[in-house]
């Protein structure tokens, strides 16, 4: 089936605007994650949904950021007030249950540009 | 103490020739682990995975693993320059109710 969809691809927004990405994962996928990656560096994990248990947020580096996950499927992860700073690619994965554990399926991420 | 570590590179091998990229992880109690391969502007992408100890290979990529020692490793044979890319090493580990951790990855350069 499709893959992990989402977005924009690209948004581009003045500092102290709000913004709002989105990520469809793969259908029956019950694990999505939300990375955050600036140019040359590695994943930064921002937050984890899993299922109908309390999202794993202990990756979220303010409180201008926030994510939620409607009916198990869709998520989106809003920046407030965004700065400069918050200038990234935000990539969405997910993966479905399995017992030892199953690779994640990234989406082409939303490339973020604070001006 | 980092997770999940691996050496940033960058790691340059000639054309053909056989590339070694590690990850050592903390916690003994990890389960299954991960390569993924990202290209310069693309997204991650899996390309091998491991769960048993020992070796598992597919095409020209082979995933080595030791618990014991802790840790994973991914060999590419025939090296190409199409595989210049950062590798990515992720873990499950047993408690962690964020189920997957990267490492930073590897940067390897396939020189023609």
């Known amino acids: 089936g499709a893959g992990v969809s989402q977005s924009p691809s690209n948004k581009v927004t003045e500092k102290g605007k709000d913004v709002e990405l989105r990520c469809d994962p793969i259908s029956g996928h019950t694990a999505l994650y939300w990375y955050r990656q600036s140019l040359g560096q590695g994943l930064e994990f921002l937050i984890y949904f899993q299922g109908n248990s309390a999202p794993d947020k202990s990756g979220l580096p303010s409180d201008r950021f926030s994510a939620e996950r409607t009916g198990g499927s869709v998520s989106t992860l809003t920046i407030q007030r965004t700065q400069q700073e918050d200038s990234a690619v935000y990539l969405c994965?997910?993966?479905?249950?399995?017992?030892?554990?199953?690779?994640?399926?990234f989406g082409n991420g939303t490339r973020l540009t604070v001006t | 103490q980092k997770e999940v570590e691996q050496n940033s590179g960058p790691l340059s091998v000639p054309e053909g020739a056989i590339a070694s990229l590690n990850c050592t992880y903390s916690?003994?109690?990890?389960?299954?682990f991960f390569w993924y391969r990202q290209y310069s502007g693309k997204s991650p992408e899996l390309i091998m995975s491991i769960y048993s100890n020992g070796d598992k290979e597919d095409g020209r990529f082979t995933a080595q693993l030791n618990k014991a020692s802790q840790y994973v490793s991914l060999l590419i044979r025939d090296s190409q320059p199409s595989d210049s890319a950062t590798y990515l090493c992720a873990v499950i580990s047993s408690g962690s109710a964020r189920q997957l951790t990267f490492g930073s990855g590897t940067q390897l350069t396939v020189l023609p």
């Open positions: 994965a997910s993966s479905r249950p399995g017992g030892l554990g199953s690779p994640l399926h």
């Open positions: 916690d003994r109690g990890s389960q299954s």
